[in-house]
């Protein structure tokens, strides 16, 4: 089991740039495949990015492609996002989640909510124009 901790949200003007992290405890983090999710007031929760136990496979959602990059430091237990470009419709309670790795193959492919087990509290991330 691993509990995750997000931080690194706040407020940005649109364009701006933001860094999310999210550290992790418990046993064998390195072994679980992560991913950043992201709701809004009203809407479904969706995947925005997500990476496999050694960082060597990404995916992103299109609404972030290009702008957004995700990355985990092992030894240090922690997750990233890096938000770029940063654009109103972007404003969200941002999630980090984990799920172990013989499972993780579908869950980071499909950036599914659904396919991931353990979840984080949220950081908000509000960008004003």
């Known amino acids: 089991q691993v509990q995750l901790v997000e931080s690194g949200g706040g407020s940005v003007q649109a364009g701006g740039s933001l860094r999310l992290s999210c550290v992790a405890s418990?046993?064998?983090?390195?072994?679980?495949?992560l991913g950043w999710f992201r709701q809004a007031p009203g809407k479904e929760r969706e995947g925005v990015a997500s990476?496999?136990?050694?960082?060597?496979?990404?995916y992103y959602a299109d609404s972030v492609k290009g702008r957004f990059t995700i990355s985990r430091d092992n030894a240090k237990n922690t997750l990233y996002l890096e938000m770029n470009s940063l654009k109103i419709e972007d404003t969200a309670m941002y999630y980090c989640?984990?799920?172990?790795?013989?499972?993780?193959?579908?869950?980071?492919?499909?950036?599914?909510?659904?396919?991931?087990?353990?979840w984080g509290r949220g950081t908000q991330v509000t960008v004003s124009s």
């Open positions: 989640a984990a799920v172990p790795a013989h499972r993780g193959g579908t869950a980071i492919r499909t950036l599914g909510v659904t396919e991931f087990r353990y």
């Open positions: 990476i496999s136990s050694h960082g060597t496979i990404t």
């Open positions: 418990g046993d064998d983090y390195d072994t679980y495949y």
